[in-house]
């Protein structure tokens, strides 16, 4: 059975991937776990990207 904060996680992630990914409730709801996991990595993998391409134009600018 889930505990509160699984279920809490669980409700969380499909929001986060359903407003990120523009995948619907219902696609989320029927991917397996490690499908998941792999668009969660892959979404994490590009927030980092986007923030050391930013930090470097940052420094970059900071520089000139």
């Not at 359903?18 to 219902?26: D, K, L, Q, V």
């Not at 029927?30 to 994490?44: A, H, K, T």
């Amino acid at each position: 059975s889930l505990s509160h904060s699984d279920l809490k996680n669980y409700y969380e992630t499909v929001h986060a991937l359903s407003n990120r990914g523009n995948h619907s409730i219902e696609v989320l709801e029927n991917i397996y776990p490690y499908e998941r996991d792999i668009y969660i990595s892959l979404y994490n993998r590009k927030d980092e990207a986007e923030a050391e391409a930013k930090l470097q134009r940052s420094m970059n600018a900071y520089t000139r």
